[in-house]
T-cell receptor, first 115, second 113 residues
Framework: AQSVAQPEDQVNVAEGNPLTVKCTYSVSGNPYLFWYVQYPNRGLQFLLKYITGDNLVKGSYGFEAEFNKSQTSFHLKKPSALVSDSALYFCAVRDGRNYGQNFVFGPGTRLSVLP | DAGVIQSPRHEVTEMGQEVTLRCKPISGHNSLFWYRQTMMRGLELLIYFNNNVPIDDSGMPEDRFSAKMPNASFSTLKIQPSEPRDSAVYFC???????????FGQGTRLTVV
């Protein structure tokens, strides 16, 4: 069975500084990895995904994530944080070897970007 | 496409009443997921369907919860009887293949008093 860990409940960063939100995963087959963002009273919005290919993937709103197979990690990054990036971020994994396997989400990390 | 559509957006009901939440997935998507989000437990998968067939319902809390997908464009999540601890935001999501992201609806905020 798949699992996702987000070791930090909360990340605080100053506006303009780089940000990193951490994610590690466990899956028996090939990992398909996803990042989502949730703003207050809204549904989850897709940011980016890793399926195969280049380990560095770029997504919406200037976010990127790096897939590291040896460390089973998929950390979300952004070179320069904005106050509007403050939200709840979820990492998710799907087992690519078993089609039909569900999305498993991590517990979420609350990002606060301070002006 | 209008995205995943959930109704109602808000539901307030009394304990013991039946509650039905509705979801219309994105046209052409063949996987549908129901999630529940609370402060205490985070985002929990309740059940997911593939090609209208329930694949994994191990997350359904108890027999009071049931879900159906009678066709590719409609799914329901029913709680009967409802209890205050069922109060949460319920999300529906759909995806087109195993390789693609899931798209979420706006959620239904359920309050059981």
């Amino acid at each position: 069975a798949q699992s996702v860990a987000q070791p930090e409940d909360q990340v605080n960063v100053a506006e303009g500084n780089p940000l990193t939100v951490k994610c590690t995963y466990s899956v028996s087959g090939n990992p398909y990895l996803f990042w989502y963002v949730q703003y207050p009273n809204r549904g989850l919005q897709f940011l980016l995904k890793y399926i195969t290919g280049d380990n560095l993937v770029k997504g919406s709103y200037g976010f990127e994530a790096e897939f590291n197979k040896s460390q089973t990690s998929f950390h979300l990054k952004k070179p320069s944080a904005l106050v509007s990036d403050s939200a709840l971020y979820f990492c998710a994994v799907r087992d690519g070897r078993n089609y039909g396997q569900n999305f498993v989400f991590g517990p979420g990390t609350r990002l606060s970007v301070l002006p | 496409d209008a995205g995943v559509i959930q109704s109602p957006r808000h539901e307030v009901t009394e304990m013991g009443q039946e509650v039905t939440l509705r979801c219309k997935p994105i046209s052409g998507h063949n996987s549908l997921f129901w999630y529940r989000q609370t402060m205490m437990r985070g985002l929990e998968l309740l059940i997911y369907f593939n090609n209208n067939v329930p694949i994994d319902d191990s997350g359904m809390p108890e027999d009071r919860f049931s879900a159906k997908m009678p066709n590719a464009s409609f799914s329901t999540l029913k709680i009967q009887p409802s209890e205050p601890r069922d109060s949460a935001v319920y999300f529906c999501a759909s995806s087109s293949t195993a390789y693609t992201e899931a798209f979420f609806g706006q959620g239904t905020r359920l309050t059981v008093v």
